[in-house]
């Protein structure tokens, strides 16, 4: 894809996801870059293109509360009078959709850097991937079995059991869009190869982030974590990971409640994830070459992950993602929307390798 720029990547936010039209108020709640999430540059891109498009623009900085994300009576006016609300802050993944004003367009962004927004995942035409999406949640709603493996021993199987309906997913909007809708755990078991074990975002705790020297197995069972195997130091490193973070929070440990795998191409995470394994949970999950399940904890999306990488996803036969490359041509409409859409169809010849992996894991 040529001409890439961030400006339009923000372009693509405010007219493809927002569908904003001139006129229209956007309030930006922004987090500002000291926290080491979001950069100095975003607000400033997203502002300045909005204008451009004859949009009224208010920024808010709503700081970061890792442990008591809510809304201030002054910010919830501010929301009030806005028309489209957009989240360049973790605040807009925290709260409840309950919590946020009905009636208004929220938008919580992936982009987190000029890099991003200047990259493919965000020039991307954004309704190229709400069409994927649904593509493959309508494979996967009528599927009777589908199959995961990983190069590191990753093996589970089960029939997806899809909750379509508006409130399966999230009403708040989510730019880029980089996954499908996640697939309930309790109808699959295996095993699951993890090379470490990361937070969801939803809470931050002490050691966030625990990395194994050799891989561990989740063995699970009807979408229930039943032990870790392999190597036993790290196995027991993993167990009372799970004691731990379970008991803090006083939460189901060995509830995995739900699945999805990245379907952009585009998304690439050009830093090392050990920099920053927030951000990069946070940011990354949209690449194909990461499957990302939600465990500990009965509700999405539990506080640790296991991420598999470079997955082979078969459903019904059919490889869709095959050792990490994700054959969006094979969904039933899958030529049809890359044909109307040369942006997704050039990401998918020449996806982005970079997960952020700069060393064995």
Not at 89 to 94: T, V
Not at 157 to 171: E, H, I, K, Y
Not at 331 to 353: K, M, Q, T, V
């Amino acid at each position: 894809m040529s001409d890439m720029t961030p400006e339009r990547g923000a372009r693509n936010l405010l007219l493809n996801c927002a569908r904003a039209s001139a006129g229209d108020r956007l309030l930006i709640a922004y987090e500002p870059p000291e926290f080491g999430y979001f950069d100095a540059d975003s607000v400033g891109i997203v502002t300045r293109t909005a204008r451009s498009m004859g949009l009224s623009v208010d920024a808010v900085d709503v700081g970061f509360n890792p442990d008591n994300p809510h809304l201030p009576q002054d910010l919830l006016a501010r929301f009030e009078a806005a028309d489209i609300i957009l989240f360049l802050a973790r605040l807009g993944d925290q709260l409840r959709f309950s919590d946020m004003p009905q009636g208004k367009k929220i938008i919580v962004s992936f982009a987190v850097t000029r890099e991003l927004f200047g990259s493919g995942f965000s020039n991307g035409h954004h309704d190229a991937f709400m069409e994927i999406k649904s593509g493959i949640n309508a494979v996967l709603d009528a599927a009777d079995e589908v199959r995961m493996t990983c190069p590191l021993g990753t093996d589970v199987r089960g029939r997806p059991v899809m909750n379509l309906n508006p409130a399966g997913d999230t009403s708040i909007l989510r730019f880029p869009m980089s996954v499908f809708t996640p697939v309930p755990a309790h109808s699959f078991s295996g095993r699951v190869a993890v090379g470490f074990l990361t937070g969801t975002g939803s809470r931050y705790y002490d050691n966030y982030t625990i990395e194994f020297d050799r891989p561990v197995f989740a063995q699970m069972e009807h979408g229930r974590l039943t032990r870790f195997a392999g190597d036993p130091k790290n196995a027991a490193r993993a167990e009372a990971q799970y004691d731990r973070v379970a008991q803090q929070f006083g939460i189901d440990r060995d509830f995995v409640h739900s699945w999805h795998a990245g379907i952009h191409p585009g998304c690439g995470y050009p830093w090392d994830m050990r920099e920053n394994f927030e951000r990069w949970g946070g940011a990354a999950f949209g690449n194909p070459r990461l499957l990302h399940f939600h465990t500990c904890g009965a509700y999405a999306p539990g506080e640790i992950s296991w991420n598999v990488i470079d997955p082979t996803i078969v459903i019904d036969g059919v490889t869709y993602w095959d050792n990490g490359i994700f054959h969006a041509e094979r969904l039933p409409e899958g030529p049809s929307i890359l044909a109307r859409h040369s942006c997704a169809a050039a990401l998918f010849a020449n996806p982005d390798p970079d997960i952020g992996l700069r060393a064995a894991i």
